[in-house]
């Protein structure tokens, strides 16, 4: 499996970015896919995930992030969005996205999941 994070940069406070999660290899009926964040000194934190299913999929998301960010996903493109909207100073970190089989979503640290993209850095200015 492979992850090829991309889409950070450099926002003002209020704006928006969209990360893309392209993603190869996953062969599960059910897995998950993950944003999770790490700003400076601070641990790994779970910022998003989609559980994917043949049943339908599933949305979950930090407290911080609920009514601001949107996790989505293009079959097609075998690609996964991070759309954030909203962005505070505090969203400041790198960026990762991450996979697992599914059902259960790991929040936490993401020790969890087996594969991980190669981060994206976002800085949000004041």
């Known amino acids: 499996v492979q992850l090829q994070a991309s889409g950070g940069g450099l926002v003002q406070a209020g704006g928006s970015l969209r990360l893309s999660c392209a993603a190869s290899?996953?062969?599960?009926?059910?897995?998950?896919m993950g944003w999770f964040r790490q700003a400076p000194g601070r641990e790994r934190e779970f910022v998003a995930a989609?559980?994917?299913?043949?049943?339908?999929?599933?949305?979950f998301y930090a407290d911080s992030v609920k009514d601001r960010f949107t996790i989505s996903r293009d079959n097609a493109k075998n690609t996964v969005y991070l759309q954030m909207n909203n962005l505070k100073p505090e969203d400041t970190a790198v960026y990762y996205c991450?996979?697992?089989?599914?059902?259960?979503?790991?929040?936490?640290?993401?020790?969890?999941?087996?594969?991980w993209g190669q981060g994206t850095l976002v800085t949000v200015s004041s």
């Open positions: 989609r559980v994917i299913s043949w049943s339908g999929d599933s949305t």
């Open positions: 991450a996979t697992k089989p599914g059902p259960t979503v790991a929040r936490g640290t993401g020790s969890g999941y087996d594969y």
């Open positions: 290899g996953r062969t599960f009926s059910s897995y998950v």
